[in-house]
């Protein structure tokens, strides 16, 4: 990931690493689910070698929901930060629930995330924290 791609998780734990006020736009109501990468990537893979996936689409991805806000309280307490939580207009467009349905990846290739979401989390944040450090 890159540090400025902007989106929550990225967003999230470099405010955290800097004890800067995190971010959340709108009541932080809206939820969203996080896959960590190790298990995205395992799950392309099998979709994209398996003759049975042929013609299906196929979600892969966490369908584990959180809360904007629990999840960025979640960040502060495994960094340890002092960051404060502020909050901004919600952006016109943002959807209120991302949760993939995996049956489909459950079905055909046996797959489903291994890896969860404070494990996933602490490896991103010592990944970032590395690169805060340079």
Same mark, same amino acid.
């Given at each position: 990931?890159?540090?400025?791609?902007?989106?929550?998780v990225?967003?999230?734990?470099?405010?955290?690493?800097k004890?800067e006020?995190i971010?959340?736009?709108?009541?932080?109501?809206?939820?969203?689910?996080?896959?960590?990468?190790?298990?995205?990537?395992?799950g392309?893979?099998?979709?994209?070698?398996?003759?049975k996936?042929?013609?299906?689409?196929?979600?892969?991805?966490?369908?584990?929901?959180?809360?904007?806000?629990?999840?960025?309280?979640? &960040?502060i307490?495994?960094? #340890?930060?002092?960051?404060?939580l502020?909050?901004? !207009? +919600?952006? %016109?467009?943002?959807?209120?629930?991302r949760?993939?349905? &995996?049956?489909?990846?459950k #079905?055909?290739?046996?797959?489903?995330?291994?890896v !969860? +979401?404070? %494990?996933g989390?602490?490896?991103?944040?010592?990944?970032?924290?590395k690169l805060?450090?340079?």
């Amino acid at each position: 990931m890159d540090k400025n791609d902007g989106r929550a998780v990225v967003n999230f734990i470099n405010q955290a690493i800097k004890g800067e006020p995190i971010t959340i736009y709108g009541d932080g109501s809206q939820t969203r689910s996080f896959c960590y990468v190790d298990d995205t990537v395992k799950g392309l893979i099998l979709a994209m070698f398996s003759p049975k996936t042929k013609g299906n689409v196929i979600n892969v991805g966490n369908p584990e929901e959180h809360t904007i806000l629990d999840f960025a309280k979640i &960040i502060i307490d495994l960094v #340890e930060s002092e960051s404060k939580l502020v909050f901004q !207009p +919600l952006w %016109e467009d943002d959807p209120s629930n991302r949760c993939p349905d &995996i049956t489909k990846a459950k #079905e055909l290739l046996g797959w489903q995330p291994t890896v !969860p +979401l404070k %494990e996933g989390l602490l490896r991103t944040i010592f990944y970032f924290f590395k690169l805060s450090l340079k």
